[in-house]
Structures are given as C-alpha cells and as structure tokens.
C-alpha cells in the first residue's frame, strides 16, 4: 500500500516498576535516516531498536525520542567494604601510636571514610526489559505506519487528480497542433498570392514548404510518450510500497516532454496550455517528494 513519508507514533508502556515511553515523527527524506535519543540506562538496546525499525521504515528522516523512569525503591543496595574498613582502622591505630595522641576511634567516623560503604544498583533483567522496550517500539512503529498509509491513501488521490488534468491538457494539444498547420498553409498562401500577384502559384512548392512546417512543430511524439507516462505512474501507483523513487524518475521523463513541447511550438494558446502542463507536473513532483 502507498505510503507517505509523514507521520507519527507514540507508545507508553507502564507497569509497577517502571514507565517507558517511545515517541517517532517522520519526514520526507531521500534515504532511511533514524535519530534515536535514548536514555544511558538504555543505550545498550540501540541496535536491536534499530533493526525494530527498518521492518516498520524503508524510507523518509525518522526520530525517535524514548523515555524511561523507574519506580522500584530495591533497585540499589548499600554494600560493606570491610578490608577497606579495616586498612583505614589500622592506619589510625598507627596513627595513634607513632604520634602518641588518643585514640579516639568511632564506628560512625570510620563509616564516613571514602568507599566504606558504597551504593550499588542491582542487575536489571535485560531481557525482560528488553520485551518491554521492544514492545512500545512495535507500537509505536504500527502507529507511524498507519499515519502513512493514510496519508498515502490521500496523495494517491491528489495525484491521481492532477494526473487526468495533465490528460486533457494534452488532449487539446493533439486537437489544436493540426489546426496551426491549417492556419500557416492559409496565411502563406494568403503571402504568396500577395507577392506574385497574377502569376501562377506553384503548389508542390507551397505542399513542401508546409510539409516542412508541419514536421518542425509536430509534437506527436512527445504527447504519445506523455500519455504513455501517465499511465505508467497510475499503475505504479497501484504497485504500493517503495515507488517513490520511480515515480521521481516518471515525472523527470513527463518534465522533458513538456519541454521539448514548449520548444517547438509558439501558438500561444499550445504554449499556455504547455505551461500549465509544466506547472502540474512541479505540483506532482513535489507530492512524490513525501512518497515512501
């Protein structure tokens, strides 16, 4: 199914122990770019986050903002150095000799000393955590997708739209081109008899001479190949995913064709035509820009 690159998810998982959040938006980008900012308690599930994400994301700037708090009041523990203890107790015991002042030695001093008692935070279950993590990251992926596919099911239809207008555009193109030969034929003809007066008009010269015109102006060509174009993109359209690429190649080739339309023919009424032609073909390209 086609899908914009545009989009959001959020997920919040919550259990007695801890809250995680995990929130992504979505942008058009050229390729798969994936920013993650995810707390250091967390930094060691990056990888397995990312390759999450690339099932959900083949295309488009993604960012993804995670949260975690943790409720637990037993996830540190006080631990008891007790050789550390008793080198500190000796030393001022040595101290308390060598000098020879009192002794004035305290439990609750020496339990002040530096690395006597340190806090420790107990091993997390990673691969508990790791499920909890996962499964907000999935949500939330299922989220993004689904404001993509939405998204798409809309630019499909825009598309679409702007597509039949380029058709009866061209349609009066094909109608108004045989008309422009029929009008240089009546003027030259009008030129000639002006110039020669009585004389005899040669027409094999005059038949040449619009054959010339007629081959220089005609567009067939490129209205065909238009058409061909167009429909091309329609099926592609239908094709779903991973098409924004080739659609992005599509409307370079339908640009050059208009082009090449402006370029041979200076009807007004053909040239206007032309440019809004152009200017709907920018207005698709630009649309394709978000397609995944």
């Not at 997708?145 to 825009?158: F, H, M, Y």
């Amino acid at each position: 199914m086609l899908k914009s690159m545009t989009g959001f998810g959020r997920c919040e998982e919550v259990g007695e122990e801890r809250k995680i959040i995990v929130e992504m938006k979505a942008v058009n980008h050229r390729y798969c770019d994936i920013s993650i900012k995810i707390p250091k308690k967390l930094s060691f599930f990056e990888a397995g986050i990312r390759n999450v994400l690339k099932q959900y994301i083949g295309r488009g700037k993604v960012d993804v903002f995670i949260t975690y708090e943790d409720f637990t009041e037993n996830n540190v523990c006080v631990k008891y150095n007790e050789d550390i203890a008793k080198e500190y107790f000796n030393y001022l015991v040595k101290m308390s000799e060598t000098f020879q002042i009192e002794n004035d030695i305290r439990v609750s001093s020496l339990s002040k000393l530096p690395d006597v008692f340190t806090l420790e935070e107990q091993t997390i279950d990673e691969q508990e955590l790791w499920k909890i993590v996962e499964r907000a990251v999935r949500t939330a992926s299922g989220q993004l997708v689904e404001t993509r596919v939405a998204e798409g099911i809309n630019l499909k239809k825009d598309l679409c739209v702007k597509l039949d207008g380029m058709v009866e555009h061209i349609d009066y193109i094909e109608e108004r081109s045989p008309q422009i030969v029929a009008e240089y034929r009546q003027k030259l003809t009008a030129k000639v008899c002006e110039l020669l007066g009585d004389t005899k008009l040669d027409e094999s010269i005059l038949v040449t001479e619009v054959t010339v015109f007629a081959d220089k102006i005609c567009v067939d060509e490129e209205t065909v190949r238009l058409r061909s174009h167009i429909l091309n993109m329609k099926n592609t359209l239908e094709d779903g995913e991973g098409i924004g690429r080739k659609l992005d190649f599509i409307a370079q080739e339908m640009n050059r064709e208009a082009n090449t339309i402006l370029s041979k023919l200076s009807d007004i009424n053909i040239t206007n035509k032309a440019i809004d032609l152009k200017t709907e073909i920018e207005k698709i390209r630009e649309q394709i820009q978000n397609i995944e």
